[in-house]
């Protein structure tokens, strides 16, 4: 026998776990339903609300994702923080692991030099072993955030690996201590509610458009 209150725990995870696959469901046909020239404007207005965010001026060492064609597309704000001489780190995500590194981009031209994985995303290679490691270093001011959904309250629902949410209790362990989170959306990934677990990190501040 499953000891009073074991079964009820493991449904509950359970329940979690379909509400988050539905959600990711929906969102995800939302994204299909977004043209080219629509995540274009988008991502361009974006990428003008951080160029302008206090926070994104103050940071010096910054993690940003390299994006997908369903994420905002980040590489105007890569160029952006090269030309203003901060750091530029970028995920390396070890496949079937929840393990992300924040590795060292040189420039913005560094990023054609990337190896493409089988998820179809740009990163360094396990053998890139040149490269600075972010809380290996200085740790981190910033990091953007990508995910398939968020809601008002920070809430947010990623693909399914954990992989920021791990990388984020690593930072905590380090010296320079969690560094603020910024999750750049399109208005179609805003939720009235995400469904989360208890070792889901919140966002500090969700950017998109309207907001």
């Known amino acids: 026998m499953e000891p009073p209150g074991q079964g009820e725990e493991a449904m509950a995870v359970a329940a979690l776990r379909a509400a988050k696959q539905a959600l990711r469901g929906e969102l995800r046909q939302r994204l ?76 913005a031209e560094d990023i054609s030099s990337l190896a493409l994985t089988s998820w ?27 995910g398939l959904g968020f809601d008002k309250k920070g809430n947010r629902l990623g693909r399914g690996k954990g992989y920021y949410d791990t990388y984020l209790e690593r930072c905590m362990k380090h010296p320079r201590g969690k560094p603020y989170t910024l999750a750049l959306a399109f208005r179609e990934q805003i939720c009235e509610s995400v469904p989360v677990a208890a070792n889901d990190v919140q966002v500090d501040e969700i950017l998109y458009e309207g907001c």
């Open 120 to 146: 179809n995303i740009l990163q360094p290679s396990d053998d890139d072993s040149a490269r600075e490691e972010a809380l290996a270093g200085g740790g981190l001011d910033l990091i953007f955030m990508p």
């Open 32 to 107: 299909r339903a977004l043209s080219a020239a629509e995540k274009r404007r988008q991502s361009l207005l974006l990428t003008r609300k951080v160029l302008g965010h206090p926070k994104y001026k103050e940071s010096r060492r910054i993690a940003i994702f390299l994006s997908m064609p369903d994420e905002i597309q980040t590489e105007e704000i890569i160029q952006d923080i090269f030309k203003q001489g901060k750091e530029c780190f970028i995920p390396r995500y070890k496949p079937q692991s929840n393990h992300m590194d924040m590795l060292k981009l040189l420039s």
